[in-house]
């Protein structure tokens, strides 16, 4: 007997109207990815801008305040750091072959088909930092976008009013604003905690005399970004370093390494994030895995950001199911 199945012209329509939407989100990833990235670093930002504000500053004053004073904090430390960190990094860049060498026996590895390895990923290093510099852009736009944002955030309420009513606004307004809370404290409790690592690291790495104490420190304060896996990563080319001097210097950058992870865990995190966005180890661990395998370098640093907002969304639901 044949079974006669009918589709519906509702059905279809709905069906290509989902396709459409999917191919659009698709075609406009790059601008969604900007704006999302604005989201965050706006919502870092916004309890400053509402200080002054509360201050009798007008918004668009706070706003311009605000950001002449952090593009002003990092005029200054770039314009200290960087002539430093070159001259080390292109220095460690030189000298790594020999702390290789010296580490591991030809017998073991291959030096040549080590530097030939390596060279690529020097390579993709400098292409992506040309890329950042020179991309401006894209930078001026998240900048453009945090901007408006900023200036706007008063009105979200009127406006989502306007498309949504006055009743699903504020359930909306309620989840967005928690969203923007949790996000907020992540990124100021990430630079906070980047900082921290790298001064500890530096501070650490001079006093145990190791070379290339700069460049060293600020990849263990960047790779604070990556929580649990960074700590890790960064403690390898300082070890590394250390074992061309000695294995008692090595030693000692090992036992560093785990005085910084033991603070950092039991002191400075709990301090700085006062445990209000933390998420389980195995959460992070899984979300870096996955945000680094679809979207590489940029997923892992956006994946803790992402799980947060998709928390509080739960959360929400959980909360008008149960209504």
């Keep these: 007997m044949v079974t006669k199945i009918e589709i519906s012209h509702k059905t279809i329509i709905f069906t290509l109207v989902l396709l459409a939407g999917v191919w659009m989100v698709w075609q406009i990833r790059d601008i969604l990815l900007f704006l999302f990235i604005a989201f965050i670093i706006m919502s870092g930002l916004r309890p400053m801008v509402e200080g002054l ?111 949504v009513g006055t009743d699903h606004a504020e359930v909306i307004m309620g989840v967005l604003e928690r969203i923007e809370s949790r996000l907020g404290m992540w990124i100021r409790g990430e630079l906070i905690l980047m900082t921290l690592i790298g001064v500890m690291t530096y501070i650490g790495l001079l006093l145990l005399r190791i070379d290339f104490a700069l460049p060293l420190a600020i990849f263990a304060g960047l790779l604070e970004i990556l929580p649990n896996i960074g700590p890790i990563i960064s403690g390898v080319p300082a070890v590394l370093v250390a074992l061309s001097i000695s294995p008692v210097a090595a030693l000692s950058v090992v036992g560093l390494f785990i005085l910084v992870h033991q603070l950092e865990n039991n002191l400075i995190v709990p301090f700085v994030m006062k445990q209000s966005v933390g998420l389980s180890p195995l959460i992070t661990i899984f979300a870096l895995m996955i945000g680094g395998k679809l979207a590489g370098i940029s997923g892992a640093i956006l994946a803790v950001p992402i799980v947060l907002i998709i928390q509080e969304l739960l959360n929400a639901y959980q909360v008008s199911a149960k209504k």
């Design 53 to 163: 504000e509360n201050k009798k500053v007008p918004r668009i004053l706070a706003v311009i305040i605000v950001y002449l004073g952090i593009i002003g904090i990092l005029t200054l430390t770039i314009a200290s750091l960087i002539p430093a960190m070159i001259i080390q990094s292109t220095h460690l860049i030189q000298t790594l072959p020999s702390v290789v060498e010296k580490v591991v026996p030809y017998g073991v590895v291959n030096l040549g088909e080590f530097t030939q390895q390596i060279a690529p990923i020097g390579q993709n290093i400098i292409k992506v930092t040309i890329n950042i510099f020179s991309n401006f852009v894209t930078i001026v736009t998240i900048l453009v976008f945090v901007f408006y944002f900023l200036l706007e955030r008063k009105h979200t309420r009127t406006t989502l009013a306007g498309f």
